[in-house]
């Protein structure tokens, strides 16, 4: 059955990206030279660099000849697969001051690790609740914007006292183009932060927005994969559209832009929507081929949970075609927000726009979340929080549903 079988990444994202080579591959050995004299000899800090697109930039960057590179995520796990990744591949891992640390990137021992620590010369933080699932409730919510806004303001703090971050780097979102979700909407905080927080004088601070990356950590597609192994039915969003690249290509874009993106300018990936948009039914049929097996749809999860013994004796699997009705959800993928204009990057595969300030640290907004968060008592109106947050962000429009993914399969 499928368990036994060994997953070839490389033959899963060619079924979903329907593309032989990386679309980032023009850039990248055009720019080879670039790349590497940006890391060659700095000091290199990469913060949730375990998960999927931190890790996909860090086996990159280390083989730029850096002359140290820290490594900082919440999760052991994810520190000690990175670890196992660059120490098992071909040529091993060839940098001379290596680390990983099991930290906190907004907790006070990360301040104190900063103050003790030499000036790294490029900072790039991967460090987020990126689910809109994460606002469900005004606790997830809270949660949510502590890593999304206030802790980053804190660490871009202990930055600049300490004289890190010559170059700052820090992953966006698509969803922060004209936001829907209060998960975009705090990406799109994120991005304030990245530009106007305790940036250092003459600093460089570049983001980059992008969409779906395939059988990323927590992604549907990774879950199809689960789905299979545990026998269960697969599940997505009916007549629903979405962008993908590789894990790889995340790595790719992130290194482009951190590295080589100009200061106030927040890239991504130039996609044609009629050739790259990926109608997600379409996708997890080709994922049950790839196993042997045949797509049979269903609208309902009960249903489709009974039927499936006997379809997967007949070489069919389930699959459960759902309303795209919960909160936030957004049936289409942009780059570019409101008020937003395309520039040119310098880059054959990614384009630009220049950030455009919100009105969130001006009117506020962040100081008032930064007390949200901090609180462990008075009211909680999440109403009130989304009102300061929409108040701020050129077209923000909050999608609630009274619906979420914890209801859904």
């Known amino acids: 059955m499928y368990e036994t079988m060994r997953v070839d990444q490389a033959a899963l994202d060619r079924l979903v990206l329907r593309r032989e ?20 000899g700095k000091r290199v800090l990469v913060v949730g660099g375990g ?21 900082v995520d919440q999760s052991e796990n994810y520190l000690a697969e990175l670890v196992r990744d660059l120490r098992g591949r071909p040529g091993g891992l060839d940098v001379g001051d290596f680390r990983t640390l099991p930290i ?19 900072v790039m933080n991967f460090a987020a609740l990126k689910h809109v699932r994460s606002e469900k409730d005004v606790y997830s919510l809270l949660q949510m914007i502590d890593t ?9 703090r ?18 922060a183009a004209n936001p829907t979700s209060l998960m975009g909407a705090s990406k799109r905080l994120m991005e304030d932060i990245v530009f106007d927080v305790a940036a250092l004088e003459g600093a460089t601070s570049v983001s980059a927005r ?32 979405r962008y993908f690249v590789s894990q790889r290509e995340s790595g790719e874009i992130c290194a482009l832009a951190a590295l080589l993106g100009g200061d106030g300018q927040v890239l991504f990936p130039r996609l044609d929507p009629v050739g790259e948009l990926q109608l ?8 049950l081929e790839h196993a042997g097996l045949r797509a049979q749809a269903f609208d309902d999860e009960q249903a489709a949970r009974d039927a499936l013994p006997a379809l997967a004796r007949e070489g069919r699997w389930p699959l459960l075609l759902t309303p795209l009705d919960t909160s936030g959800e957004k049936p289409y993928e942009e780059f570019v927000g409101h008020g937003e204009e395309e520039i040119d990057a310098g880059l054959a595969t990614l384009g630009a726009v220049r950030h455009l300030r919100s009105r969130a640290i001006s009117d506020g907004v962040i100081a008032m979340l930064e007390d949200a968060v901090g609180r462990v ?33």
């Open 21 to 40: 080579r990386s679309q980032f591959a023009e850039d990248l050995q055009r720019r080879s030279d670039d790349l590497r004299a940006a890391v060659a």
């Open 51 to 71: 998960g999927t697109i931190g890790s996909a930039t860090t086996l990159l960057i280390s083989g730029l000849g850096p002359a140290a590179l820290h490594v």
């Open 104 to 122: 906190d990137y907004g907790a006070p021992v990360m301040g104190r690790f900063l103050a003790d620590s030499a000036p790294y010369d490029i």
């Open 148 to 156: 999304n806004v206030v802790r980053h303001v804190r660490f871009k």
């Open 158 to 175: 202990w930055l600049a006292q300490g004289g890190h971050g010559a170059r700052y780097f820090a992953v966006s979102t698509d969803k």
């Open 210 to 241: 992008f969409a779906n990356v395939a059988f990323s950590n927590g992604s549907l597609l990774q879950g199809f994969l689960y789905r299979l192994t545990k026998s269960q039915p697969l599940a997505v969003p009916r007549d629903t559209r």
């Open 280 to 287: 997600l039914e379409e996708v997890a049929t080709r994922v």
């Open 377 to 409: 008592d008075g009211d909680l109106d999440k109403a009130a929080i989304v009102a300061a947050i929409e108040s701020a962000i050129p077209n923000f429009s909050h999608r609630e549903t009274g619906k979420n993914l914890d209801e859904r399969l």
